[in-house]
């Protein structure tokens, strides 16, 4: 202790970068394009008044305006006294910059979309079978108008799955924006991973679509099997009704092989392995 008495009671060196704040705002009105966000000072004094300030502590550099909108600028040095934690016992070497340029304006708000800046991993035979929902999906900004202007969209951090082999739901920090205020800081994340399996969905009807009036066309058969690849759970519950399968008038007449393959139209989160048959003859007649 007499050792840490005597090492403090000489006289020290200390430079730190503080970030630039700013202080008596007028009411409806914000920061903006200020040309700096740290300023570096080198102080000295000793070793307890400098142990004082920056052990445990976090200090800010404040800058304190009350002029009319527009651009302004303010000399680093004449803006030391507006800080106070800044003791009249220690004396300051240098400071970096000189200046400091910034810009008053009116402030404006939007409702812009939360956007997750994610990425899934999935465990052997698994998959994504849901979209990924937010809570909330979008977020109020806040802020000078020229920023807000410029805003299209708050992403989340970014934050890695991996080996997922469930559904999920999870709490995500958004990005913080200079100059911007945002009401919430987290966002609500969730999607569903289920193990991925095929199944074959029976005797779904082929349409026949865009037939001319005074036409006909027969398919041979009129029904197939279709063939899907999806979540278990997911296309247990996965009606055929929901399958659509379909031949166009246009196909048959443009055909010069003899049959007609059906174009099969799948939910979502499913993907379209094959028909049985996927070659389907047909007739073409008058009515």
């Known amino acids: 202790m007499l050792w840490v008495f005597v090492s403090l009671s000489g006289e020290y060196f200390y430079s730190m970068k503080l970030p630039v704040t700013f202080s008596g705002i007028p009411q409806d009105y914000a920061v903006s394009n200020y040309s700096e966000d740290e300023v570096l000072i080198s102080l000295k004094g000793q070793g307890w008044q400098l142990a004082q300030i920056t052990f445990g502590s976090h200090p800010e550099f404040i800058i304190n305006v009350k002029e009319n909108p527009g ?51 999935f465990r052997d035979g698994f998959g994504l079978v849901s979209g990924i929902s937010l809570e909330p999906d979008s977020i109020i900004v806040r802020g000078p108008k020229s920023v807000v202007r410029e805003v299209t969209e708050i992403t989340t951090v970014k934050k890695s799955f991996s080996n997922l082999d469930n559904a999920l739901t999870e709490n995500i920090s958004l990005t913080s924006l200079n100059n911007l205020q945002i009401d919430e800081d987290m966002v609500k994340i969730s999607f569903d991973v289920q193990k991925i399996v095929d199944k074959e969905f029976q005797d779904v009807i082929v349409e026949v679509k865009n037939i001319p009036p005074s036409k006909n066309l027969t398919l041979f058969p009129d029904r197939v099997s279709v063939f899907l690849r999806g979540g278990i759970n997911l296309l247990g519950r996965l009606d055929k009704e929901q399958i659509k399968a379909s031949v166009t008038f246009n196909q048959a007449l443009k055909d010069t092989l003899g049959y007609l393959v059906p174009i099969v139209t799948v939910p979502e989160y499913t993907t379209f392995i094959d028909t049985k048959p996927n070659k389907l003859e047909y007739i073409i007649h008058q009515q």
């Open 71 to 121: 651009e302004h600028k303010v000399s680093i040095r004449n803006a030391l006294d507006q800080n106070r934690w800044l003791s009249a016992s220690v004396q300051i070497n240098e400071f970096s910059p000189e200046e400091l340029k910034y810009r008053i304006e009116a402030v404006d708000s939007k409702k812009v979309a939360i956007n997750p800046n994610i990425e899934l991993k």
